[in-house]
């Protein structure tokens, strides 16, 4: 039996009338699904269209580039272009800010993303993602240098991620909660198919790159030790731990069942500032934790209160289900006391 389910047309066209989304904020959130629609498709034909491998080039991150995103990066850059709010795109794969404007204005769109998360599964065949972010110029800009971008992600007014798995889900808040869509082959439609998603307080699983456990600081060992103690431990029960090697995907089942993701900086990337981008990262998963209910911490501080200090810089992430993440942060603090 098929259920009969809003169209993403319809449900922002309904945000629209209740909170006044505004008619240019739904045209980039359609340009931001039809980039995911035509990537899923990229994904999903990348075997017989010769695209899973490697390119020939890096990324700021020092990264060698696949194929893939390099294309999903071309995706983004043409369908964000399109509305006339968009002054400027920050992607993860370009050096500097792409201005779209000589002089932006206030009211205009900032877009930061990352055109396609966790591309070492894509030769395995296991899930990717993408993941956006919008902030709105809060005054005219004349400066067109890449520190005009940093603002804390507490200032974004949309933001989300497609998961390209099974099925191809688009994860979309705009600050009233959080609503999951499912691309239907054949009609092309993004449908309703999770309404006002809201993640478990508690959970019994966890997901960190164990193998880094030798470089990790003393707070996330004494947390990951507790979690691997079970019944025996203080804890008290069990946990399970999952690691997909993709952001978007961790999230997504966080958000399905409950759940804490760790990528903490260590003794091994601390130079950096951690591993995952704040931009177009952690402050878009962040964004979208908080609305359903979660917390997204670095460990010391929330992640969407963290000033920006490059438009590429690294942090660390903990993020999930409220009691685990506050939990953390507690063994931080004491740690830091
Ligand atoms: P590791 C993918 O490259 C990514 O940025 C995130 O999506 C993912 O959570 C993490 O890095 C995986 O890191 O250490 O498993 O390679």
């Known amino acids: 039996m098929t259920i009969d389910r809003q169209t993403l047309r319809k449900f922002l066209l309904q945000e629209e009338e209740k909170h006044g989304l505004g008619q240019d904020m739904m045209l980039l959130i359609e ?3 039809t980039s995911c629609r035509i990537i899923a498709h990229q994904i999903r034909n990348g075997p017989f269209l010769d695209i899973l491998g490697a390119a020939e080039t890096e990324n700021i991150q020092g990264e060698t580039q696949k194929q893939l995103d390099v294309i999903a990066n071309d995706i983004f850059l043409s369908h964000c272009s399109n509305c006339a709010r968009v002054a400027a795109l920050v992607s993860e794969e370009i050096d500097n800010v792409i201005w779209l404007k000589d002089a932006p204005k206030k009211g205009d769109y900032l877009v930061y993303f990352d055109p396609l998360d966790g591309s070492s599964n894509l030769n395995v065949n296991l899930s990717v993602g993408s993941i956006f972010s919008v902030v709105e110029l809060d005054e005219d800009i004349t400066d067109l240098s890449n520190d005009v971008v940093l603002f804390k992600g507490a200032r974004q007014i949309c933001a989300g991620y497609a998961l390209y798995g099974p099925s191809t889900s688009l994860i979309l808040s705009t600050g009233q909660g959080v ?5 239907k082959i054949g009609s092309g439609e993004f449908l309703l198919t999770f309404p006002d998603m809201r993640l478990p307080q508690e959970t019994s699983e966890f997901a960190i790159n164990a193998s880094r456990f030798g470089s990790w600081d003393a707070p996330i060992r004494r947390y990951i030790e507790e979690c691997i103690a079970g019944e025996n431990g203080v804890r008290g029960r069990s946990f399970n731990m999952r690691w ?10 966080i958000l399905m069942r409950g759940g804490v993701f760790l990528y903490p900086k260590d003794a091994d990337n601390a130079h950096m500032g951690g591993k995952l981008r704040l931009l177009y990262e952690a402050n ?14 670095t460990g010391t501080a929330r992640i969407l209160d963290v000033q920006p200090t490059g438009h590429h810089q690294r942090i660390s992430v903990i993020l ?8 953390i942060d507690s063994y931080h603090a004491e740690a830091g006391a």
């Open 179 to 183: 609503n999951g869509f499912t691309h």
């Open 31 to 33: 340009d931001i699904a």
């Open 320 to 327: 999930g289900s409220k009691s685990e993440v506050e939990l």
């Open 244 to 253: 997909t090697a993709s952001m978007v995907a961790e999230v997504h089942r």
């Open 284 to 297: 878009p998963m962040g964004f979208i934790i908080e609305q359903a209910g979660g917390r997204a911490s």
